[in-house]
């Protein structure tokens, strides 16, 4: 069976999502301490429960962190300012801050490299849980179609990103390889709709999967992934 279509992870797949979100959230914290001086004592005492409430309250954005996030920081900008519109303009441009950094992706070893060679050969394309706008980086010009779970409305390990982006690419699922670090949301997920699998995985990044029994193939660093993909097409002729 010919591999047409190859798909990514992003977060912890593509570049170690962790430091980045630790980064942007301190950057935008910062930027509206500097507006309001008790800030960031208010956000440190009320976010979670703010987050909490309205998880609970709109479960019809659950699966959009962008406006989860602006929400929260409208709720606790508003117990710092005199009015809901100076609370809505300030949650909006520290939003703009927060995705200045969130989008400046520190990549892993080999994956631009990576995604250059296989681009000349299949379609790639990506699905993500997170809210990582693809396009702004020097990467996304090898993605052909970018789904996350604001555009669904279901996060993995729910299969419908998958299934939309088969069906998207017009492609049967034995066709496809799906490259993620996730056992569960990346690898089960894909394996049991009838895709191929590759689990990224690597004692190098400190926070370590459990190997998926499920996963075709396993490689501990991007640069492995072509020679894989061509031994499950391999595989999958014979």
Known sequence: M????????????????LPIIVE?????????????????EVYRATA???????????????????????????RVLQDCTDTKEEAYELARSALCIFHG??????????????????SEKYSIVSVTNGTS?????????????SLNAANVQAAKPNPIM???????????PQEAVHIGDHPVDDIEC????????IQFHTLARGRQRDVSPLASCVVNCLADVPKAILEIE???SQ
């Open 101 to 118: 950094r969130r989008n400046r992706f520190l990549l892993m070893e080999d994956a631009e490299e990576v995604l250059s060679t296989l």
């Open 24 to 40: 942007a959230e301190s950057d935008m914290v910062n930027w509206l301490q500097e507006r309001i001086p008790n800030f960031q």
């Open 162 to 172: 998958f299934y939309t982006i088969l069906s998207q690419a017009d492609v049967r």
């Open 48 to 74: 979670r429960r703010y987050r909490a409430q309205i998880s609970q309250n709109r479960p019809q954005i659950q699966y959009d962190m962008n406006k989860i996030r602006m929400s929260v920081l409208e």
């Open 190 to 197: 894909a394996a049991k709709i009838g895709m191929h699998t």
């Open 2 to 17: 010919t591999i047409k279509l190859v798909s990514f992870d992003l977060d912890d797949t593509l570049w170690d999502n």
């Open 234 to 236: 391999n595989a999958s």
């Open 133 to 145: 706008d693809i396009r702004q980086s020097s990467i996304g010009k090898y993605f052909e179609i």
